[in-house]
């Protein structure tokens, strides 16, 4: 059993940014971000494989998002970049045994970390 811890989030003004990280107990292989807006389906964000040669984006922040991972210490970071509205949410860190961007495959999830950008 693997446990996610998801920090970094807060409250933040449009086109400013915030770094989101999740720390596993123990080893992973793909490490995802996901978001949540109220009233909508948990999303797919950013995902990395175990040796950072795969990543994956959704379109809508693409150029903006950096997601990254740092093995020794078990976490993968999110550098998000110049935040809209759009982008509050709350973001929850996945983790699978598949290179995929699809939210079923994904086996441990953290708790998860509000983001808002305000207008």
């Known amino acids: 059993q693997v446990q996610l811890v998801e920090s970094g989030g807060g409250l933040v003004q449009a086109g400013g940014s915030l770094r989101l990280s999740c720390t596993a107990s123990?080893?992973?292989?793909?490490t995802g971000w996901f978001r949540q807006a109220p009233g909508k389906d948990r999303e797919f964000v950013a995902a990395?494989?175990?040796?950072?040669?795969?990543?994956g984006y959704a379109d809508s922040v693409k150029g903006r998002f950096t997601i990254s991972r740092d093995n020794a210490k078990n976490t993968v970071s999110l550098q998000m970049n110049s935040l809209k509205p759009e982008d509050t949410a709350v973001y929850y860190c996945g983790a699978g045994w598949s290179i995929t961007m699809r939210r079923t495959d994904y086996d441990y999830w953290g708790q998860g970390t509000q983001v808002t950008v305000s207008s």
């Open positions: 123990g080893r992973t292989f793909t």
């Open positions: 990395i494989s175990w040796s950072s040669r795969w990543t």
